[in-house]
């Protein structure tokens, strides 16, 4: 499967803990975007990054959340002492290139907080 | 502030005739235009896009119209197939300021045999 791959589908977490969703993009793309969906909701933007880089963060919370893309492995958006209204799908996509490149969408990792 | 709105969250169609989905932006800056779908407990996958250069771009049975004065696009589907119930996001894109994709709240298309 040469698709975006996220891990794990699903994550359940308490109140006060860390939630830590890992993406590894299409092979040979190299520009790697977080979504997050609210239940009945579109997708909203949060962080766009490149190998080692974080390009653009204007939709990340400015406390608690925090997004890496390494020169070797996956992406990882942490989530630090999550709370009830972290629960939601989050998307990883990852595209060839800027610009007029389609974003592909790996199937998302549902996080629920007990 | 919405920039991007999809105003019927569901639409019901009969197999084989067209369904047509909408979408209305506010930012005149958006200059790539895409349509996703979308099935439960999966991640969206790309359809179709439009550069808003262009007013039209045809894929199979699915069209794209953008009409940029009204900044409105559509999505046409014919002919609509059960396999095609699913929900279907617009986004936009403003080339060269950042890559962030701004979407639609989506419409559930439910296609009946």
């Known amino acids: 499967n040469a698709g975006v791959m996220q891990n794990p589908r699903h994550l359940v977490r308490r109140r006060g803990q860390e939630a830590r969703l890992r993406c590894s993009p299409m092979k040979g793309h190299s520009h790697v975007y977080w979504y997050r969906q609210l239940p009945e909701e579109g997708l909203k933007f949060m962080v766009y990054l490149q190998k080692e880089n974080i390009i653009d963060e204007s939709g990340m919370p400015k406390e608690r959340f925090s997004a890496e893309f390494p020169k070797e492995g996956p992406s990882i958006l942490r989530i630090q002492q999550v709370v009830r209204g972290d629960s939601a799908a989050y998307f990883c996509?990852?595209?060839?290139?800027?610009?007029?490149?389609?974003?592909?969408f790996g199937d998302g990792t549902r996080l629920s907080i007990l | 502030d919405q920039q991007v709105k999809q105003n019927s969250p569901s639409l019901s169609v009969q197999e084989g005739r067209i369904s047509i989905l909408n979408c209305d932006y506010t930012?005149?800056?958006?200059?790539?235009f895409l349509w996703y779908k979308k099935y439960p407990a999966e991640g969206p996958t790309f359809l179709i896009s439009?550069?808003?250069?262009?007013d039209k771009n045809e894929d199979g049975r699915f069209t794209v119209f953008l009409n940029k004065s009204a900044k409105h696009l559509s999505l046409h589907i014919v002919p609509s197939q059960p396999g095609d119930s699913a929900v279907y996001f617009c986004a936009a894109i403003v080339y060269n300021v950042g890559n962030m994709l701004t979407f639609g709240g989506g419409t559930r298309l439910m296609v009946k045999p």
């Open positions: 996509a990852s595209s060839l290139g800027e610009g007029l490149q389609p974003q592909h």
């Open positions: 930012n005149s800056m958006f200059d790539y």
């Open positions: 439009i550069s808003s250069i262009k």
